[in-house]
């Protein structure tokens, strides 16, 4: 088992940057690869972004690429969300999600835990 557990949200204004953190206990962190993904209101959750359990490889959705960078921290057990630029359309819960693997997915429902979600909030 592994618990994941998000912070970092917040209200923020356009243009402006937060940074997500999601801490995992549990298990070895580092054998797991670690994805982020969101979901707005009366949409169907999304993939944000992936890592490899190395940390060398990462994956994007179009529309975060280049916005938004994901990162890890395995001495620490923790991934991050490094999120730059902030639109509007950015608003969401967003979530990180684990899969004992090598590689990162983009795939939902390939990842095994999930965290509660933190609340970002992006206005005009």
């Known amino acids: 088992q592994v618990q994941l557990v998000e912070s970092g949200g917040g209200s923020v204004q356009a243009g402006d940057s937060l940074r997500l953190s999601c801490v995992a206990s549990?298990?070895?962190?580092?054998?797991?690869?670690m994805g982020w993904f969101r979901q707005a209101p009366g949409k169907e959750r999304e993939f944000v972004a992936a890592?490899?359990?190395?940390?060398?490889?990462?994956s994007y959705g179009d529309s975060v690429k280049g916005r938004f960078t994901i990162s890890r921290d395995n001495a620490k057990n923790t991934v991050y969300l490094q999120m730059n630029s902030l639109k509007p359309e950015d608003t969401a819960v967003y979530y990180c999600?684990?899969?004992?693997?090598?590689?990162?997915?983009?795939?939902?429902?390939?990842?095994?835990?999930w965290g509660q979600g933190t609340q970002v909030t992006v206005s005009s």
């Open positions: 549990g298990r070895t962190f580092s054998r797991y690869a």
């Open positions: 999600a684990a899969k004992e693997t090598i590689w990162e997915t983009r795939t939902l429902l390939k990842y095994d835990y």
């Open positions: 890592i490899s359990r190395s940390g060398f490889s990462t």
